[in-house]
């Protein structure tokens, strides 16, 4: 019971700050439309004045224009335009304090800048969306910035987004709570490719697994979690893998223990080392040159310098360590070691594209 009010007041509390901007500006507006309509039906009472007088009435007294009396006003109507007058005196100071007040708080800044964030998300194309900035999504971040690939991340604490942006220049981001299908949508989630989600709590990752699936059923998630019997359930709700940073965290200093020359040879193919050697993924397009040749016959390691260590066939089976009679065929994906230069030159040679010797 408590976590579902807890659950519930963070609902709340998320409300974006564009909702609020625009309901006081519908607040402002309703008022308005709503002063004009009961003193035009008022003077019509009192003057039995035609609509279109009593309304050419009320819009220069709440204007202050200045034209005069329209027609001469019995000692009621002069009450009720002077109550009229003070009425609307008071709104538009009312009106004018909220609008100063969302401009110096950068309320109104605040707004168009997530508008413009939403326009920009709904632009990309076979991108990847990051849901958390916690240390697990900033690790995302920071490495699909170094690759260069469109993302758009979403966060509901706006701290974490401002620190983020320190960061990385033109970072595109959704300010709400992932696990509301809006903001999903705002993030451009129907025409993306992937999704990294990395909040901290289990269930909330289990909710936008099943949201996101439901909305993009081709898209790929790789999902965060923090207690292994919940591994199946995030796989039953879509997720294409399920990471625990924990225990990847365990076995990695394990390995650091017993095996620190392998994991300093990783460490350099996963970009945490100085040279400039990495594992990459080349895919065969339909279409490619490389089809239905043999390994030996490509000789892609004398043409581009890479090593190919693996084979990914379209059915989602692995060839490892492949020979040189090992078939490469459309679909496959090439697991390779090499330079970022030589992988450039693989993926324009599987295009059927010329390189440079």
């Known amino acids: 019971m408590i976590g ?30 709503l002063i004009v309509i009961i003193s035009t039906l008022g003077i019509m009472f009192i003057e039995k004045w035609t609509f279109l007088e009593a309304l050419w009435h009320v819009i220069i007294t709440i204007s202050t224009v200045g034209y005069g009396e329209i027609k001469p006003l019995s000692p009621a109507g002069r009450i009720f335009t002077m109550i009229l007058i003070i009425v609307s005196f008071t709104f538009f100071a009312y009106g004018a304090f909220t609008v100063a007040s969302m401009i110096m708080e950068g309320e109104l800044k605040r707004f168009f800048i997530i508008k413009r964030m939403e326009k920009l998300a709904m632009k990309l194309k076979n991108h990847t969306i990051v849901c958390g900035l916690g240390r697990t999504g900033q690790a995302a971040i920071k490495e699909l910035w170094k690759e260069k690939v469109p993302f758009v991340v979403i966060e509901k604490d706006e701290s974490r987004i401002e620190e983020a942006k320190e960061k990385y220049p033109n970072l595109i981001y959704i300010l709400g709570d992932a696990t509301e299908d809006e903001t999903l949508i705002k993030a451009g989630i129907k025409s993306a ?28 998630i790789v999902t965060r979690a923090n207690r292994e019997e919940n591994v199946i359930k995030l796989k039953r709700a879509g997720a294409t893998e399920v990471i625990m940073p924990n225990v990847i965290g365990g076995l990695r200093m394990a390995s650091l223990a017993i095996r620190p020359s392998v994991v300093s040879f990783l460490d350099i193919v996963t970009h945490h080392g100085e040279i400039d050697l990495r594992l990459e993924e080349v895919k065969v397009p339909k279409g490619s040159p490389f089809h239905g040749k043999l390994l030996k016959d490509l000789e892609i390691p004398k043409k581009t310098g890479v090593i190919v260590i693996g084979v990914r066939r379209e059915d989602g089976s692995f060839i490892l360590n492949p020979t040189s009679t090992t ?11 090499g330079t970022r230069e030589q992988a450039e030159k693989l993926k324009r040679l599987v295009k059927g594209e010329e390189i440079d010797d």
């Open 4 to 33: 579902a009010i807890k659950a519930t007041k963070e609902k709340q509390t998320s409300r974006s700050d564009s909702e609020l901007i625009l309901r006081k500006f519908f607040t402002i507006l309703l008022l308005l439309v």
């Open 327 to 337: 078939m490469i065929l459309e679909g496959d994906s090439l697991i390779i070691i």
């Open 193 to 220: 490719a992937n999704m990294i989600v990395a909040t901290a709590n289990d269930a909330d990752n289990l909710f936008i697994t099943l949201s996101a699936k439901n909305l993009n059923p081709n898209l790929r």
